[in-house]
């Protein structure tokens, strides 16, 4: 899967880099990132007209609210709905209650910081065919697929609307993703190296307990190095990708909507 380990370093494959995209999935889209600012917990203010204060009659009749404010772009309540209803095509998920409001918002707030850096450098627009062939795919991942029979237009058609959104809905929200992966490939797949010592390092102290405490017999270092490399490698990429979106919330302007709170 991965180039074989030389002497002085490993580099990192083509198969290691959709390793780390993976893994990128699960730190942009699954496992929110810490916020730069210690926040109060998750409130909703209403969407009124500028210069307006809302009165008991606006807030029966409020459509929308706002959640928070990131460089000037707004986080509404329903785009946490509508996050959470897209965890449906998020087949290897698996945080259940872990995923609450709050989280949902956290990590809103992160795919904005880095879709606003992303549109400050153009690349060319991912096609419509690129799309429908990892959707393509994606439909025989899913579990609950199987009772829509998704492998049929009509079937697949069927499970989008039960998630609620439309064909086109899905198709925009799967292109902005592809869109936030490449651009977080590119930003940080040049500086990453795996050194042989780090590979055995993890072997000795990190899989061989694990092993022992099973009281299983380990695979040899040389046939799961690759495995191991691919774990390294997810771990930096993590870690830059902490270090940047923290560095981010600094230098911009972050704010979450506190009890009663209508942002401007």
């Not at 380990?5 to 083509?14: D, E, F, L, W, Y």
């Not at 850096?117 to 025989?140: F, G, R, S, Y």
């Not at 292109?175 to 010592?197: D, V, W």
């Not at 799961?224 to 923290?246: F, H, M, P, T």
């Amino acid at each position: 899967m991965m180039n074989a380990i030389t002497n002085t370093r490993v580099t990192v494959s083509a198969e290691s880099r959709r390793s780390v995209l993976t893994a990128l999935l699960l730190l942009v889209f699954v496992a929110p990132h810490c916020m730069a600012q210690a926040a109060a917990p998750v409130s909703f203010a209403p969407v009124v007209a500028q210069g307006t204060t809302p009165s008991n009659e606006d807030r029966g009749t409020v459509l929308d609210q706002v959640v928070a404010v990131v460089n000037g772009d707004l986080i509404l309540e329903s785009d946490v709905d509508e996050e959470r209803r897209f965890e449906a095509f998020q087949p290897f998920n698996n945080h259940g209650a872990s995923f609450t409001r709050d989280k949902i918002v956290e990590r809103l707030i992160d795919r904005s910081l880095i879709l606003q850096q992303a549109k400050l450098q153009p690349e060319t627009p991912i096609t419509d065919a690129e799309v429908n062939a990892q959707l393509a795919t994606l439909k025989k991942d899913i579990p609950a697929c199987k009772e829509y029979d998704c492998e049929t237009d009509a079937g697949w058609q069927r499970f989008v609307a039960a998630q609620g959104f439309t064909m086109p809905e899905l198709m925009e929200r799967w292109r902005e993703r592809m869109e936030l992966l490449r651009f977080i490939e590119l930003r940080f797949k040049m500086g990453i190296r795996i050194l042989p010592a780090e590979i055995k390092t993890y072997y000795d102290k990190t899989l061989l307990p694990a092993y022992a405490a099973r009281k299983t017999t380990p695979p040899k270092l040389d046939t799961i190095s690759d495995r191991i490399q691919e774990i390294l490698l997810q771990q930096q990429v993590g870690a830059l990708l902490d270090d940047w979106l923290q560095s981010l919330k600094a230098q911009g302007s972050v704010r979450m909507a506190k009890p009663g709170e209508v942002l401007p």
